[in-house]
């Protein structure tokens, strides 16, 4: 096959790619590659695709780690609460806090930061509160509740983050995950797990 003349499509996102061309790099992770020979020139690319002709750029490749959270980027309200006023005892938080942030809709809002990591925003009744974090690197974050901790979120899937929030009283681990249209978050204290679900707006 004449590689000069060979179109091929990427797409995104998914984890790995490899060309026979001869172009291979594990950091733009997109694999699913389906050649298109065209005698015609090129055609057209539709939106989130990249092309390549031969081992030529056409078209300027998009790291996939921009890619790869794009299901959290949005807004999200919950909807849907259950053990979390529990989940707040065990971890010490004072009656009329847990009242209020049992009683709370917070609105979650994420965004892109940097290459490789997201910011977020948390809006409550109580306060409002934005972090930015680096995938696999620790941060000082100040809790909804008030306490110091040093977090680390790494990201598991394209729709899957684990937060672990490390304090003196004990590691609270977050998992949140994208279900379609829905954000299920999983927080363990010790033994105490609560599961609230958030609807994207």
Not at 19 to 32: A, K, V, Y
Not at 138 to 159: A, Y
Not at 177 to 182: F, P, S, V, Y
Request: glycine letters at 6%; a negative charge; charged letters at 25%.
């Amino acid at each position: 096959m004449d590689q000069s003349n060979q179109t091929i499509q990427f797409r995104v996102p998914v984890q790995t790619f490899e060309l026979h061309s001869g172009i291979s790099d594990p950091q733009e992770c997109w694999e699913t590659i389906q050649p298109d020979i065209s005698a015609g020139g090129m055609i057209a690319p539709p939106d989130k695709s990249i092309w390549f002709q031969g081992c030529a750029i056409l078209r300027s490749l998009i790291p996939a780690r921009l890619l790869v959270m794009s299901a959290f980027i949005g807004s999200w309200k919950l909807s849907e609460s259950q053990n979390f006023d529990e989940f707040l005892r065990e971890l010490g938080v004072n009656f009329f806090i847990r009242k209020a942030a049992s009683t709370s809709k917070p609105t979650i809002t994420f965004d892109k930061f940097g290459d490789n990591g997201l910011k977020m925003k948390t809006e409550t009744i109580l306060k409002t509160t934005e972090q930015s974090f680096t995938f696999g690197e620790e941060f000082d974050e100040t809790t909804i509740d008030g306490r110091q901790v040093k977090s680390t979120v790494t990201k598991d899937s394209d729709t899957q983050l684990t937060q672990v929030q490390k304090h003196c009283d004990g590691d609270t681990v977050i998992v949140r995950k994208i279900e379609g249209d829905t954000m299920v978050t999983t927080a363990t204290f010790k033994n105490v797990t609560s599961v609230r679900k958030y609807q994207r707006q």
